[in-house]
């Protein structure tokens, strides 16, 4: 391969990485039956279903619950009055499975006497390794549900894509460069979580200042960046 071959080659890759992160998405529906603060039960984060074609996710439980805290840590607190997680892991155990449907997330909202349910997905979390490009995803999913009707009543999704290695070494050795560049997305990781976390915090937080005396009404808000 020629010195321009392998440029354009990581050109290429770049503007395929850079282009591999979804919209953001704020959609509320609903709104709680009162005003904030409101108790919240933080459930725990389950990977989201794959979509067609995609293999099914395989997260560990360790990194389901390093997510689950990071995000617990950006949820306004002023407005969100979280219970204590080993709480909401004693009164909804985790083998009896995930919670789901309105009248699950009602029956786990009463059980804590909470006014909302709060359900984190992680729907991407990736490392994928180009010849000399490495990229790391964090996408996280979040539906917040009426703690006494089950009904939801707002979503906030977001994901980031991080690359690392162009341009950082050598682009040209005399010959192709053979294996991935390792070691580079360990420590990147976290960040992108704590930065995925944050605007979905931000999202949170938009939707405590939002119209809570219109309870019931259905609307789509434009995602902010």
């Known amino acids: 391969m020629t010195r321009s071959g392998t440029t354009t080659a990581l050109a290429v890759l770049a503007l395929l990485a850079a282009g591999c992160a979804s919209e953001p998405v704020y959609l509320k529906t609903g709104n709680p039956s009162g005003p904030p603060p409101w108790r919240a039960v933080l459930l725990p984060v389950i990977p989201a279903s794959p979509a067609e074609g995609e293999e099914v996710p395989d997260f560990s439980y360790d990194l389901l619950e390093e997510v689950r805290g990071c995000l617990a840590m950006k949820i306004p607190q002023d407005a969100y009055q979280l219970i204590s997680l080993p ?5 909804i155990p985790l083998s009896e499975g995930p919670v789901e449907g309105e009248a699950e997330m009602a029956r786990a909202g009463q059980a804590l ?35 006494r009707t089950g009904k939801l009543l707002v979503e906030s999704s977001h994901e980031q894509v991080r690359n690392q290695g162009l341009q950082k070494i050598p682009v040209w050795t ?6 991935p560049i390792r070691g580079l997305l360990h420590g990147q990781m976290l960040a992108i979580c704590d930065s995925v976390a944050t605007r979905i915090g931000e999202d949170l937080a938009k939707f405590s200042d939002s119209g809570l005396t219109e309870a019931g009404t259905a609307q789509a808000e434009p995602a902010t960046n």
Do not use: C, T
Request: glycine share 10%.
């Open 174 to 179: 005399g010959g192709l460069v053979y294996g």
């Open 87 to 91: 709480r909401v892991d004693r009164a």
């Open 113 to 147: 006497a909470a006014d909302l349910v709060i359900q984190p997905e992680l729907f991407a979390r990736d490392r994928s390794y180009y010849l000399i490009q490495s990229v790391a995803r964090v996408g996280m999913r979040v539906k917040i549900y009426d703690g």
